[in-house]
């Protein structure tokens, strides 16, 4: 096992410079700017613009900046934002909260969700409870976010009142009012993508349950008289949530990148809207330190899937 | 009605008067690629109006309009503030909604409006302008005049006398050296400020006295208000960028914790989301601000922005909403806010290309030794601006927040011809097609020795646009020109890159349209020079220039020769006219919409004097809430 995970790593290693090449060149063959807005504007002389340029070094060939951008990488530096020459890094560790909390907050509203509905689901398959969880996902999962933002919007902040339709992380109150202030700004965003992803889990959940429910095994362990409520919980989900444990570990990633277009709907401060304004202002730094960053979490994440797997399936053997 | 002889006026009048059914009316409007929101208001101008003439006259622009809407708060003069407050800070927090977030407080190292209005709340000119053109004393003691001989006749020098007694947010006096400072900063070379251009024209500035300096002009001029005022003309404090100046400017600290002189001081800034400011209880103005807190949001877009402050109320107010007016009205009806609208500066126009985008002469499209096959010729370019129903567009896309727009420069009123006119004239345009030689082929469309009447017709991706290109497509199909539609993502469409062709400054196309937007009331130099012959785009300057039509008239070159060199104002004023009139009577360009400016404020909400040719913010020290 050590020997594998040791091998994995090894291996990322070229992958992610690989990812690396390919994003920052992207990035940087992308149409624009960050000045591009000033070419309209007859005020600023072409001298200053032609500065601007030199100075943040657009006018190198892509791959010398890339190798500067590589290079301080390897000394642990993010570099600094295009637009205020702010660290790339407090740039994203100030959005990073936010981000855990609201998107961390839905995944575990999702789960919870999830697992019992799915379970259910698949136990008493084709039930009319069954068929309401099922339309219940697949309109879930079908609806993208900022259809069901726009609709929690009009009917939660503007027919009913009860949530604020823009979060704010400055919230004046203190103590048991702070709590509820922040839960009221985040209820929105976190039932959206709450909503998406339960969806999608409770999905997996149903169709993995189902595939073990009818094996002979489950059938051996309602045979020796145990209670459906054991059979169906110790024998029959343990053994289908193994592979819903690997997706939800390569879900993960998200948690910490964001959910770009929620958080723009309900103006989350969060690393997605980060990544949206960085795109606009074609803020290459700030842009690479995020995607680059979620490579890394997807790389990871992938081997903690592989290793979970092996863990929870003895049967798999990795050399 | 065959496919492509009708146009969107016989289309309402054949809707009126019963000829075609509601179905049938929207049916063909949704073939012809209007969208849903323009077709509704469509019907409804049919069903409200009787047919109205479709030309109008007199100078457009930020005219008396009848704006139930504003309430009439929208353009009040600060100084007509009828309230005073007993004390400062009694109004609690004020909210403001920007849609693009601030990411700089420092208004020298950004050109974006966003940043600039949010360095706004903290820092302060010696003069803003208001809506009317005039400059209000902010950090200047009084307005130079030629009466007082602070401002000279022949335009070489304006001299400043400072408001006593102001300090900055850290305690230290705000002196006549900062004003300087601020000079220097903006043209350092190695600084690389974005506002250098409007310091670029100063020579010296001598400190006559404690509170007094003359700036010096190295060409006389009369825009003696592009430095220190307004937006541009932010003052910082000497102590604290001293240290920074050159390469260090761009990633200096306190571009991201301002110290100002202004009525709030910085409690918190996080880039692209959030400013938090708290009462500056030193303020040089007794009894203001108003507020004792403001909190500036960013992010999201224009339309959301709109809904949460004028039908959830969640915020005070939101700035630059260019949005559909048909959403606006339907948001209005929420009855938390009201739209602000007050008069703009930018320019809704359409160019036609003098050079033919077809044809490659040495390796460079639209050069100026291809002439453009039929806009060469004025009667074409007649017929052109006789064919795009202004009326249409205004009412329908832009209602309040537009007017049909007549000169490219309609505001301020001084440098506007009187009387001018404009015309939508399908039959007159035909004639003057037919008598320039483009007659109908057999397929409908206009042909001259073999070369079709055919245009490729760019702008930006935006509905107003698409819907606009909509309703000009249709009224030049109906007059035998083929058009071709293509729209190009803003950030590519506005981009400057020498490498894509898709940019507005290559116009390799035959026409395209976009606003103009300018940054004085007297900047009109700076501005009419996008028609001079020497600024032409082309492949030799990397297309860096300014004049993108190609326009290239001798004539035009000598009005504004003329009319840069006159420095008295009413002589200059009319020389300026000249040249708005030449370039109209040229055809140069195609004016469409005077733009105003749109926010949304609470109902309560007064003082704002929103200025064309400041920040939105530039009085926020007095705004207030009437109780």
């Known amino acids: ?319 | 009605m065959s496919d492509r002889d009708w146009t969107v006026a016989d289309l309402m009048d054949d809707y009126q008067a019963g000829r075609v059914s509601r179905r049938g009316f929207v049916r063909t409007l949704v073939g012809a690629g209007f969208s849903m929101p323009l077709i509704v208001g469509l019907l409804s101008a049919c069903g409200s109006d009787e047919k109205k003439s479709d030309s109008g006259s007199g100078t457009s622009g930020s005219g008396v309009r009848p704006s139930p809407v504003t309430g009439g708060f929208a353009t009040q003069a600060p100084g007509a503030a009828a309230f005073t407050p007993a004390k400062r800070g009694e109004g609690g927090t004020l909210k403001l909604l920007w849609w693009q977030a601030p990411s700089i407080l420092n208004p020298h190292q950004s050109s974006g409006t966003k940043d600039r209005d949010g360095s706004r709340i903290f820092y302060e000119p010696l003069a803003a302008i208001d809506a009317e053109g005039n400059v209000v004393p902010i950090l200047a003691a009084e307005v130079p005049s030629v009466d007082k001989g602070t401002l000279d006749k022949s335009g070489k020098f304006v001299t400043w006398k400072i408001k006593k007694g102001v300090t900055w947010h850290d305690g230290q006096p705000f002196t006549v050296d900062d004003v300087i400072f601020t000079w220097k900063y903006a043209v350092d070379a190695d600084t690389a400020a974005l506002t250098v251009g409007s310091y670029q024209n100063i020579e010296s500035i001598d400190k006559v006295d404690d509170s007094t300096i003359k700036v010096n002009f190295k060409t006389a001029t009369l825009e003696w208000t592009a430095p220190f005022v307004s937006s541009a003309g932010q003052i910082l404090p000497k102590h604290v960028f001293e240290k920074y100046l050159g390469k260090e400017a761009k990633s200096a600290p306190p571009n991201l914790k301002p110290v100002g002189t202004g009525p709030f001081k910085i409690n918190d800034f996080k880039p692209n989301d959030i400013i938090i400011a708290d009462m500056n209880d030193k303020y040089h103005v007794e009894n203001w601000p108003y507020f004792n807190k403001v909190e500036m949001k960013g992010g999201g877009d224009a339309p959301g922005a709109a809904r949460a402050v004028l039908q959830t109320g969640e915020y005070d107010y939101a700035w630059n909403l260019q949005v559909e007016y048909s959403v606006l009205q339907q948001l209005e009806k929420g009855g938390a806010g009201v739209l602000a609208i007050g008069p703009g500066s930018g320019i809704e126009h359409l160019q036609l290309n003098y050079t033919d985008p077809n044809k490659e002469v040495d390796g460079e499209k639209a050069s100026l030794k291809a002439p453009h096959p039929f806009f060469a010729d004025l009667k074409v370019r007649q017929a052109f601006q006789l064919a795009i129903n202004r009326k249409v567009i205004v009412e329908q896309l832009y209602g309040p927040t537009g007017d049909v727009a007549i000169y490219y420069f309609y505001n301020p009123k001084r440098y506007v011809p009187d009387g001018g006119k404009w015309e939508f004239n399908l039959q007159k345009a035909g004639q003057l097609l037919d008598e320039a030689g483009w007659k109908k082929g057999g397929s409908g469309t206009r042909e001259k020795d073999g070369v079709k009447m055919k245009v490729l017709y760019q702008t930006s991706v935006n509905t107003v646009r698409q819907n606009m290109q909509a309703v000009i497509k249709k009224d030049l199909e109906s007059l035998g020109v083929e058009v071709e539609l293509k729209s190009v993502i803003a950030d590519v469409f506005f981009g400057a890159d020498p490498a894509n062709p898709d940019n507005f400054p290559h116009f390799y196309a035959d026409m395209q349209s976009y606003t103009a937007t300018r940054s004085g009331p007297d900047d009109l130099a700076t501005a009419m020079k996008t028609y001079l012959s020497s600024e032409i785009k082309q492949k030799a300057n990397n297309w860096s220039k300014l004049n993108s039509t190609r326009y290239n008239s001798k004539e035009f070159d000598a009005l504004f020769e003329a009319a840069v060199k006159e420095l008295d104002p009413t002589k200059a004023a009319e020389a300026w006219k000249k040249c708005n009139q030449k370039l109209i009577d040229d055809v140069a360009v195609i004016p469409i919409v005077a733009r105003n400016n749109v926010a949304a404020a609470k109902k309560d909400l007064r003082g704002m004097g929103l200025s064309p040719w400041d920040s939105d913010v530039w009085n926020i020290a007095k705004w207030y809430r009437q109780k």
């Open chain 1, 1 to 319: 096992m050590t020997k594998f995970i040791i091998r994995r790593i090894l291996i990322s290693v070229p992958t992610l410079i690989g990812i690396s090449i390919v994003l920052f060149s992207v990035i940087s063959l992308a149409p624009g700017d960050p000045f591009g807005d000033i070419a309209l504007n007859p005020n600023i002389p072409p001298e200053t613009q032609q500065k601007l340029r030199e100075q943040l070094g657009l006018d190198d060939p892509v791959y010398i900046r890339y190798v500067k951008w590589a290079g301080s990488l390897a000394r642990g530096d993010w570099g600094v934002s295009f637009v205020n020459k702010r660290p790339v890094w407090d740039a994203i560790r100030e959005r990073l909260p936010t981000t855990l909390f609201v998107i961390g907050s839905a995944y575990v509203v999702a789960v919870l969700i999830a697992l019992p509905v799915g379970i259910i689901s698949a136990v008493k398959q084709y039930s009319i409870w069954d068929n309401i969880a099922t339309t219940f996902a697949f309109l879930g999962y079908s609806l993208p976010t900022f259809f069901t933002g726009l609709v929690f919007i009009l009917l939660f902040t503007v027919k009913l009142g009860w949530f604020p339709e823009i979060y704010t992380s400055n919230i004046e109150a203190s103590g048991f009012g702070y709590i509820t202030e922040t839960l009221r700004h985040a209820a929105m965003p976190i039932m959206v993508l709450a909503l998406f992803q339960s969806a999608e889990l409770t999905r997996y959940v149903r169709s993995s349950v189902l595939d073990v429910i009818h094996l002979d095994y489950v059938r051996t362990a309602r045979a020796k008289g145990l209670s459906e409520v054991k059979v169906t919980l110790f024998h029959a989900v343990r053994n289908a949530l193994i592979p819903v444990v690997t997706i939800m570990a390569l879900q993960l990633p998200a948690i910490f990148t964001g959910a770009v277009i929620t958080e723009q709907i309900f103006r989350v401060p969060g690393i997605g809207s980060l990544l949206i304004t960085s795109l606009n202002s074609h803020d290459t730094p700030i842009l690479m330190g995020i995607v680059f960053t979620y490579a890394i979490l997807v790389v990871f994440f992938n081997l903690v899937a592989d290793v979970l797997y092996g863990v929870l399936d003895p049967r798999i053997k990795y050399a």
